[in-house]
Nanobody
Framework: QLQLVESGGGLVQPGGSLRLSCAAS????????IGWFRQAPGKERDGVSC????????YYTDSVKGRFTISRDNAKNTVYLQMNSLKPEDTAVYYC????????????????????WGQGTQVTVSS
């Protein structure tokens, strides 16, 4: 069974940090582009970042550039989203998604491009 599981969310004060993990089971993430999305209450699920299967390409939405970093550890079959200098507007449920691709590419803003999704992890930034 192909599955993605996010973890690492929680409550953090503004300016704090969290590292989200997206662990895969049933398939090897090396061959997949990975996207991170987030959905705040009452809003659409939006792309935050993505990384190509070769790690050669990464994208970030403007609001997180310089604060978030996407990376992967193939030995652990896991992709990470390091989030620093968190702001209240970063509060959302964060989802990871995977799409197998032979090309060095990822798509940050199109949810329909991704085949596999995790269940989400809540991130709350509040004092």
């Amino acid at each position: 069974q192909l599955q993605l599981v996010e973890s690492g969310g929680g409550l953090v004060q503004p300016g704090g940090s969290l590292r989200l993990s997206c662990a895969a089971s049933g398939f090897i993430l090396d061959y997949y582009a990975i996207g991170w999305f987030r959905q705040a209450p009452g809003k659409e699920r939006d792309g935050v970042s993505c990384i190509s299967s070769s790690d050669s390409i990464t994208y970030y939405t403007d609001s997180v550039k310089g604060r978030f970093t996407i990376s992967r550890d193939n030995a652990k079959n896991t992709v990470y989203l390091q989030m620093n200098s968190l702001k209240p507007e970063d509060t959302a449920v964060y989802y990871c998604a995977a799409q197998r691709t032979v090309q060095a590419m990822c798509v940050m803003r199109r949810r329909s491009w991704y085949t596999y999704w995790g269940q989400g992890t809540q991130v709350t930034v509040s004092s």
